[in-house]
Structure formats: C-alpha cells, structure tokens
C-alpha cells in the first residue's frame, strides 16, 4: 500500500478533529514513533487501505538518504493513523506471521539488496516491483512463530546486556 498524498496547505502539526496523524520516514525507528514527529491531514485524503493496522509494516521507501529506504518497523498495537507518500506498508496475507515477515524485512541482507535497488542521483527510491520481487521464505506458520519468538528472545537479551553495559559505565 502506497503512502497519503496531500497538499502542504492541508497538513496540520498539531492534532485537528476531523484530521489523522501521518507517519513520515522519520518516525520509522527499530519500532514505530506514533507520539513525535507527525504530520495531522483531513480524513477525506486517506483512504481506507491507508489506515494502518495492527501488523502492517511501514517501509521507508524513498529518501534522499540512501541510509534511510528500506527502513521498516511493524505496527504493533491498535493506532488509528496512516503514512506519507515517502513510506510504503507491506500487509500480511491471513495465515502468514506479520512478525515474521518484519523480521525478514528488518534483516541487514534484506536491507542491502533494497539499498542497492533504491539507489538514484538525487533522490532514493524503492518501486512496488522491488517490494513484489523479493523472495521470502516461508515456513509453515508455527514455524514462522517459533522463529519470531527465538529471535524475540535474543533482541530481549541483547537489550538487557546494552542496559547492564549502560549501568557499568555510568557506575565508572
């Protein structure tokens, strides 16, 4: 799904009713920024394939910043909310793992093939056939799960050691 177009006359910084807040690349993080950094444009601009949902993973995917596209992060709680036209949002079919698939998107090689893909003179950019041509393999969806959880486990343990690293050094 293709981010919201709008007229720069349209958009709002701050929260207007009528109105629904906008991710930009820059709010796609290792998770999703929904409280910083957005941009508020009328209902009647965003479609209803536009409105994120649970699972949906926003993909950076045009910048200036070569760094940037490519960047993704999948929603993961209720958020009423869309995109910009700088972001695109891969959807998971029923009986495929969102999680899993974010993973697999998130991974450095998945981003180096998108990086060189996206790679222009001024601006980069990632077409909807480099996000259809990307082969993912899919294992039966408890195997999808049973991975999303190991690798949960080792992002957890990964963060409590960057924490206890944190702790020492500010102890020095």
Same mark, same amino acid.
């Given at each position: 799904?293709? %981010? #919201?177009?709008? =007229?720069?006359?349209?958009?709002?910084?701050?929260? #207007?009713? %009528?109105?629904? $807040?906008?991710?930009?690349?820059?709010?796609?993080?290792?998770?999703?920024?929904? &409280?910083?950094?957005?941009?508020?444009?009328?209902d009647?601009?965003?479609?209803? $394939?536009?409105?994120l949902?649970?699972g949906?993973?926003?993909?950076?995917?045009?910048s %200036?910043?070569?760094?940037?596209?490519?960047?993704?992060?999948m929603l993961?709680?209720?958020?009423?909310?869309s995109?910009?036209?700088?972001?695109? #949002?891969?959807?998971? =079919?029923? %009986?495929?793992?969102?999680?899993?698939i974010?993973?697999?998107?998130?991974?450095?090689?998945?981003r180096?093939t998108?990086?060189?893909l996206? *790679?222009?003179? &001024?601006? &980069?950019n990632? =077409?909807r056939?480099?996000?259809?041509?990307?082969?993912?393999p899919? $294992?039966p969806? *408890?195997?999808?799960?049973?991975?999303?959880?190991?690798?949960?486990?080792?992002?957890?343990?990964?963060?409590?050691?960057?924490?206890s690293l944190?702790?020492?050094?500010? *102890?020095?």
């Amino acid at each position: 799904v293709r %981010g #919201v177009t709008y =007229k720069k006359e349209q958009a709002s910084s701050l929260p #207007v009713p %009528g109105f629904v $807040p906008i991710l930009r690349a820059t709010n796609v993080k290792a998770e999703l920024v929904l &409280n910083d950094d957005l941009v508020f444009v009328p209902d009647s601009v965003v479609s209803s $394939p536009q409105l994120l949902r649970v699972g949906d993973i926003v993909v950076a995917s045009s910048s %200036g910043s070569v760094s940037v596209v490519g960047k993704s992060a999948m929603l993961r709680r209720a958020w009423r909310g869309s995109f910009g036209a700088f972001c695109t #949002v891969l959807r998971s =079919k029923p %009986g495929i793992d969102a999680a899993y698939i974010g993973n697999y998107v998130a991974s450095p090689i998945t981003r180096r093939t998108w990086s060189s893909l996206a *790679a222009g003179t &001024n601006i &980069n950019n990632l =077409k909807r056939q480099h996000f259809e041509e990307l082969v993912i393999p899919l $294992p039966p969806l *408890a195997e999808q799960k049973r991975i999303v959880e190991a690798i949960d486990e080792q992002l957890s343990r990964l963060e409590a050691g960057e924490a206890s690293l944190s702790r020492a050094s500010i *102890a020095l």
